[in-house]
T-cell receptor, first 116, second 114 residues
Framework: GAGVSQSPSNKVTEKGKDVELRCDPISGHTALYWYRQRLGQGLEFLIYFQGNSAPDKSGLPSDRFSAERTGESVSTLTIQRTQQEDSAVYLC??????????????FGSGTQLSVL | AQSVTQLGSHVSVSEGALVLLRCNYS??????LFWYVQYPNQGLQLLLK??????LVKGINGFEAEFKKSETSFHLTKPSAHMSDAAEYFC????????????FGKGTKLSVKP
C-alpha cells in the first residue's frame, strides 16, 4: 500500500483479555517502530525492529507486552491480560535508511485501545 | 538522557498571524531534532528535522525551525497561519545516529481562527 496501515483502528476490550494489534509497513522499509500515546502525553517508544537484527525491546513497559515481526513485513503487538492503564493510541511507524541522517519515519493512523 | 518540553498544550492564533510553537530539549549528546504534525484523523508526518549544518531548517507548508544550542531550543514558526495548519504538533529529539528512540514532547494543539 501507499502508507503504513494499522488494524483495527479501534479496539474495545475487557480488563484481563488479550489483544493483538497489527501493522503493515511500507513495502521495502526495513525498520519498524511501535509507540504508545496516552491521553495528554507524548509518544512513548515501545519497540524497534531493524531487518534481521534482534529487536530493541527497551521501551516495553512490562512482560505483558510483546511484539513480533516476520522478515520485513507485518508486525503484531500483543498485550496480554490488559489493564485499564493500557488504554492508549498505539502507533506504528516504518522507515527507510535507518540509522542515517536521511532516515524518515512514516506513521500509521494508530489503533485506539480502550480497556474497560 | 534526552527529554523534550513543549510549552503550551494549546495555542490559538488568527488566520494570517505568526505561529510560534515552543520546544526546549535536554540531551547529553548532540541531538537530532524533529517536528512532526498530526492532522485530524491522519498519522504523524515529518514537518522538518535538524541533523547537522545550517541551524535554520525549512520544512513543508512554510514552516521553519531554528536550532539554538545556547538556549537548547528548537522553536517552530510560520509567518502567516492558514486554516489548514490546525493540527497537533510534536517536537522530538534523538541522539545522533538513529531515530529508533525518538523522545517526543506532549504535543501542542494549534487552532486557527478565521
Amino acid at each position: 500500500g501507499a502508507g503504513v496501515s494499522q488494524s483495527p483502528s479501534n479496539k474495545v476490550t475487557e480488563k484481563g483479555k488479550d489483544v493483538e494489534l497489527r501493522c503493515d509497513p511500507i513495502s521495502g522499509h526495513t525498520a519498524l517502530y511501535w509507540y504508545r500515546q496516552r491521553l495528554g502525553q507524548g509518544l512513548e517508544f515501545l519497540i524497534y525492529f531493524q531487518g534481521n537484527s534482534a529487536p530493541d525491546k527497551s521501551g516495553l513497559p512490562s512482560d505483558r507486552f510483546s511484539a513480533e515481526r516476520t522478515g520485513e513485513s507485518v508486525s503484531t503487538l500483543t498485550i496480554q491480560r490488559t489493564q485499564q492503564e493500557d488504554s492508549a493510541v498505539y502507533l506504528c511507524a516504518s522507515s527507510d535508511f535507518p540509522g542515517t541522517v536521511n532516515e524518515k519515519l512514516f506513521f500509521g493512523s494508530g489503533t485506539q485501545l480502550s480497556v474497560l | 538522557a534526552q527529554s523534550v518540553t513543549q510549552l503550551g498544550s494549546h495555542v490559538s492564533v488568527s488566520e494570517g498571524a505568526l505561529v510560534l510553537l515552543r520546544c526546549n530539549y535536554s540531551s547529553s549528546v548532540p541531538p537530532y531534532l524533529f517536528w512532526y504534525v498530526q492532522y485530524p484523523n491522519q498519522g504523524l508526518q515529518l514537518l522538518l528535522k535538524y541533523t547537522t549544518g545550517a541551524t535554520l531548517v525549512k520544512g513543508i507548508n512554510g514552516f521553519e525551525a531554528e536550532f539554538k544550542k545556547s538556549e537548547t531550543s528548537f522553536h517552530l514558526t510560520k509567518p502567516s497561519a492558514h486554516m489548514s495548519d490546525a493540527a497537533e504538533y510534536f517536537c522530538a529529539v534523538t541522539p545522533r545516529g538513529s531515530q529508533g528512540n525518538l523522545i517526543f514532547g506532549k504535543g501542542t494543539k494549534l487552532s486557527v481562527k478565521p
